[in-house]
């Protein structure tokens, strides 16, 4: 069995020491910290071999390590060494993963872009803010990866990358460990190349065994679109890359309906905005403090932004989420499962920065589970996405719907 964990590892080694000098996924490496687990490993008995026995995986940097450093993204953290595990990657290490190393992050989860490209096209953004995490797994460097979500952080990069990103149920893997945005937004997330291994990964991470095998529907499900103010915004080409599957389904027996968000749904994207700017002014108070000078301009306006919002408006946003929450069947109707372009267009240019969110700011607010597919291709070339999202708690479902899709995709001419 090492012999053929140390084959995998060896595999992408290769393949990071040829590519990685460009793609620059990666914040830190360390190849006898990987050999040491090779050989603990050697020393399970059968009967303790998790599901991620010997498989590597990428941790994005603002998740605690006990022995890799984790700097958040920030010089301000440089060096910066945990003295526990995230709970997250603790759940890794107990299923038999082996830590391949620390993938790059932008600043504190947001806004200011790291140094890693796209691998499709390395003059584009691999968005953000799981930029080395999605990058790492697009280009073969580790099978798996795991990363996070505020706005749209694992379903965006992964879209611009043409991987699976899946944002499990908020809540459902442990936050513990993990360098803070907005503590009601934020999710983990993880990144494969296909449903099986977000699967298999999130289920890990979840504690969760009927995630870890998705199969897909044994029925067409029944589907939504599910218009928004901000798909006037989205590009012609997505727009149509998604109507197309839509069309692809339901010649293949799925129901589809298309129709407007009600009225309330419309303005969440602007509510998690607000409330994500307020809770990070709350988080990074300590960093706003003894650190402002480091931090960069987009950072800076975020915690000046977030601390003139007053309580009210915090309140009154929160209610207006708990209020749609409670009539989450006005929006999903009949539907399993919402149908939306997982971004605005394909991945902009490297220098005009991560991508915009906005597709995934209402979904991300109400913590739906959703995951994005790779869904065609833009006017240069370049991957877009399909999003879906089920109901709070359906992620097996949602899974299932997912696989669907794929077997759909794989079918097609």
Not at 21 to 27: G, I, N, S, T, Y
Not at 271 to 297: G, K, P, V, Y
Request: charged share 20%.
């Amino acid at each position: 069995m090492s012999e053929e964990i140390k084959k995998i590892i060896a595999r992408c080694r290769d393949r990071i020491e040829a590519r990685d000098p460009e793609v620059l996924a990666w914040k830190t490496l360390d190849w006898d910290f990987v050999d040491r687990q090779i050989d603990a490993l050697t020393t399970w008995p059968m009967e303790k071999r998790g599901a991620l026995f010997g498989l590597p995986v990428g941790v994005k940097d603002i998740f605690d390590t006990a022995d890799l450093p984790t700097g958040y993204g920030s010089a301000i953290y440089e060096g910066h060494q945990p003295g526990a595990d995230a709970a997250a990657v603790a759940r890794l290490r107990a299923a038999g993963a082996i830590i391949l190393g620390k993938t790059v992050s932008t600043e504190f989860a947001y806004w200011k872009a790291g140094p890693t490209r796209n691998p499709l096209n390395l003059e584009r953004t691999p968005g953000g803010s799981s930029s080395g995490s999605v990058a790492a797994v697009a280009d073969g460097m580790v099978p798996l990866a795991i990363g996070s979500q505020t706005a749209a952080s694992t379903i965006r990069p992964a879209a611009y990358c043409g991987i699976v990103g899946f944002k499990p149920t908020r809540g459902l893997i442990s936050l513990a460990g993990i360098k803070a945005l907005s503590n009601s937004l934020d999710t983990v997330g993880v990144f494969a190349k296909d449903v099986a291994g977000a699967g298999l990964l999130s289920g890990v991470l979840a504690g969760r065994p009927n995630l870890m095998a998705p199969v897909g529907s044994v029925s067409p499900p029944r589907l939504a679109l599910r218009t928004s103010p901000e798909w006037e915004k989205v590009a012609p080409s997505a727009l149509d890359a998604v109507k197309k599957v839509a069309d692809l389904a339901a010649q293949h027996g799925a129901d589809v309906t298309t129709d407007a968000v009600p009225a309330a749904f419309a303005e969440l994207a602007d509510i998690q905005t607000s409330m994500m700017a307020c809770e990070a002014a709350r988080e990074l108070a300590h960093e706003h403090r003894c650190h402002f000078d480091a931090l960069s301009q987009p950072l800076r306006d975020l915690l000046v932004q977030g601390e003139s919002i007053s309580a009210a408006a915090y309140d009154d946003g929160c209610r207006r989420r708990d209020e749609c929450l409670a009539e989450i069947d006005s929006l999903f109707g009949d539907a399993d499962a919402l149908l939306a372009p997982s971004t605005l267009d394909e991945a902009p240019l490297f220098d005009e920065g991560t991508g915009d969110p906005i597709m995934s700011r209402a979904w991300t607010l109400l913590g739906l589970p959703s995951i994005t597919l790779p869904c065609g291709t833009g006017e240069n070339g370049l991957p877009l996405g399909l999003q879906i999202a089920a109901r709070p708690r359906d992620d097996d479902k949602l899974l299932g719907i997912a696989a669907w899709f794929e077997k759909l995709s794989a079918s097609a001419p």
